[in-house]
């Protein structure tokens, strides 16, 4: 397996590319001041809210709130992986991968690609071919799929029995490792599909990357889906999303099931834009990832109580990217149907008109908190904040939370600014509505203005600013605990070390990192400081914040001079802080 790319190498590599270059080979880019806009590739829009910075090395939607440097564009628009798009720039502007991280690892990735896809070949043809195939077509024609939809969607057939597949591919140490065969301590391996019908799961490349397969005979579980591989991550993929992107690259909405057969139901039936979860709760990683395909999502899940809870766990995993005008609705269809039956019994029409009348997720949110409280009384008030505090602090601090939280503040009673105050957001909402043509310039969005997150949004406008502090200032930061203060010392550590690193390589540092999409935050913010007061701001910032530290430290000594404890030394620090203080 080839090694990690070294994060000076990306550095490098972000210095040597010019996004715009990038980002204006696939787009039609217009300047505007200092930036570029576009309409955005991820959503459907009709005026530009897609912003690349030149000076920063990055892009940014307004619209659906898509970000990142160069490498991520080429991983979302291209739908490749970090590796590969790594590699792609690297060509681009003639560098070389260390020796470490070449193609050892892309090509293990092939080799299993590859034989998942022979794998695939031959459930389709044992389907097709076998005799013992003619039940599973038989069960499959019974359930109301036609052959055009089969052979669309590629099913297959695992026969009954433990080696079909071990004896039909020699290579067993990819089948094994892709998931497809399970091998035993004593080293034999036998197949894990057996007596199923099989649903190969496409990546958005539309590579075969696993299957999930349903039992015709007796037996548990009725449904069965590939271990986690290193091509295959259940928690993030969804099946039928190739297909999405096929119908159409920018679909108005994406309808989100729970069963494979679901998917192909409503695909017979003229409704394409379906994906279906893999047989567990709904990930946040899931609706990201369909997000940034569509602005609006509809859930849609059996109206019984398992259903509900169902649909309460995905609201629950949607909360943290409702973000940038994105809506969720959920519809419970009536007990003992499901998306498949539904759409067999009612048609395409009616499904279409009840997904037209899905609950919108505030209602449904509000729905939950108010069933059994009695609204009437202050102790069932009190019960609602409670309960609806822990939701609202997985919500991302944007128009759609200060909506939400306006209407608790209604139904409770409260002023909203309280109930956002309860949340413990750390940073009471200050969003304005903003202005669809201020949102055409890239308007940048609202941030409460305090010495650490100026300090922060300043440093990561332009990085060099990191040379006015010194290591003496860097020690005594490093003694002061308020929020934030943390991430400016690593940011002011990282760019001592690195004082070339641009912007956007500094953004992509922290990627993955829980601070990512408060320093993307920080980043799209101005804070309307102009270029050439852009030092004199940084070291105001900087000298409040160590203003905070003395007067923390002015406190502790005061209570120690009260209780008859300072020593010497403390006593001419305590003297020097007051003449300053």
């Not at 091509?231 to 096929?246: A, C, M, S």
């Not at 009840?354 to 009695?374: C, I, K, Y």
């Not at 990191?466 to 203060?485: C, F, K």
């Amino acid at each position: 397996m080839a090694g990690k790319i070294p994060e000076r190498f990306i550095d490098e590599l972000l210095s040597r590319t010019d996004i715009v270059d990038v980002i204006g080979e696939r787009l039609q880019l217009k300047r505007t001041g200092n930036n570029h806009h576009a309409l955005c590739p991820f959503h459907g829009e009709k005026t530009p809210s897609f912003t690349v910075s030149q000076t920063k090395q990055f892009y940014h939607c307004f619209g659906c709130g898509v970000h990142g440097t160069a490498i991520r564009f080429l991983m979302e628009y291209e739908r490749m992986g970090f590796r590969e798009a790594v590699s792609r720039l690297a060509q681009r502007v003639g560098l070389e991968l260390p020796a470490a991280a070449r193609e050892e690892r892309i090509e293990r990735h092939a080799a299993l690609y590859r034989v998942v896809g022979r794998a695939a070949e031959l459930y389709q043809y044992w389907l097709q071919r076998r005799p013992e195939g003619r039940r599973a077509l038989n069960y499959l024609k019974a359930r109301g799929l036609s052959a055009e939809i089969v052979t669309r969607f590629e099913l297959g057939f695992a026969p009954p029995g433990w080696n079909h597949l071990a004896q039909a591919i020699s290579d067993h140490h990819d089948l094994v490792a892709a998931g497809l065969l399970v091998q035993r301590e004593d080293k034999r391996v036998y197949d894990r599909f057996r007596d199923r019908i099989m649903f190969p799961i496409r990546d958005q490349r539309g590579r075969i990357i696993g299957f999930g397969g349903r039992l015709l005979g007796d037996g548990q579980p009725k449904y069965l889906n590939s271990p986690d591989s290193p091509i295959f991550h259940k928690g993030r993929e969804l099946y039928g999303l190739d297909k999405v992107f096929e119908s159409d690259r920018r679909p108005a909405d994406v309808l989100v099931v729970e069963g494979y057969m679901d998917v192909l139901a409503l695909a017979q039936h003229g409704l394409p834009h379906v994906a279906a979860t893999l047989g567990t709760a709904t990930s946040t990683a899931q609706v990201e990832r369909l997000f940034r395909l569509t602005r609006d999502l509809i859930f849609c899940f059996d109206g019984d109580a398992a259903g509900r809870q169902a649909a309460w766990r995905a609201l629950m995993n949607t909360l943290p990217v409702m973000q940038g005008g994105r809506q969720a609705h959920f519809l419970f269809l009536p007990e003992g149907e499901d998306p498949d039956s539904f759409v067999r019994s009612r048609g395409r029409a009616a499904t279409a008109a009840a997904l037209r009348e899905a609950q919108p997720l505030s209602d449904f949110l509000l729905e939950r908190l108010t069933a059994g409280v009695d609204m009437t009384s202050i102790d069932g008030r009190a019960r609602l904040v409670d309960e609806a505090l822990p939701l609202l602090q997985r919500l991302p601090v944007d128009v759609f939370r200060r909506m939400l939280i306006e209407r608790l503040a209604v139904l409770t009673q409260l002023e909203p600014d309280y109930i956002e105050a309860c949340a413990g957001a750390g940073e009471r909402s200050e969003l304005k509505p903003i202005a669809r043509s201020a949102r055409r310039l890239g308007e940048m969005p609202a941030v409460r203005r305090t010495p650490v997150r100026l300090a922060l949004a300043l440093l990561l406008h332009r990085p060099a600013l990191a040379q006015l502090v010194d290591n003496d200032e860097l020690d005594s930061l490093r003694d002061l605990t308020i929020p934030g203060l943390p991430l400016l010392v690593q940011l002011l550590e990282l760019v001592h070390v690195e004082p070339h690193i641009s912007s956007g390589a500094l953004l992509e540092r922290y990627h993955d990192s829980e601070h990512a999409a408060a320093l993307w935050k920080l980043a799209t913010w101005d804070p309307m400081v102009p270029d050439f007061g852009m030092e004199a701001e940084f070291r105001d910032a900087v000298a409040r914040v160590r203003g905070l530290l003395h007067r923390k430290r002015l406190q502790y000594l005061n209570e120690r001079l009260q209780r008859g404890e300072l020593t010497a030394a403390e006593w001419q620090e305590w003297v020097r802080l007051k003449r300053h203080s």
